[in-house]
């Protein structure tokens, strides 16, 4: 809690300082772009922060590894890449990797396996949209 606090102090002493040029943004701008993305980040960080409480940490860690294939389905789904058969063909075999790393989990546990997921998905849905309010900006 304290680094946010830290960062959202240097941020308005840059920009009340004169180092940062501040951004003009109305609130229906903020509504539509901004807010969805917190949204996003918060379910992220509560369901993410959830499934510890059901899973291992290093079986946590191997699902994180579908993150790639959640990102590149999303961001399909929204237009920002276009699909590939041999990017899919890579992204399954990741997938199968982590199917054959979950069937073999000796503490498997469906609630923390959906929260991860969800986590995952969330996360995901996120780095799109941030991706396309950059890209609206003209901004890579």
Known sequence: MWHMFFCSALAVGLVKGGKVQAIDMS????????????????????VGNAAYMYLSVSFIQMLKALMPVAVFAVGCAFGTDRFDWATMANLLVVTAGVAIASAG??????????????????????????????QSRGLK
């Open 27 to 46: 609130t229906e701008t903020y509504v539509r772009a901004i807010v969805p993305i917190g949204a996003c980040y918060a379910f992220t960080l509560w």
């Open 105 to 134: 989990e000796l503490n498997f546990n469906l609630t923390g396996v959906a929260c991860q997921l969800a986590s995952i998905c969330a996360e995901s849905v996120r780095l799109v949209l941030v991706q396309i309010l950059l």
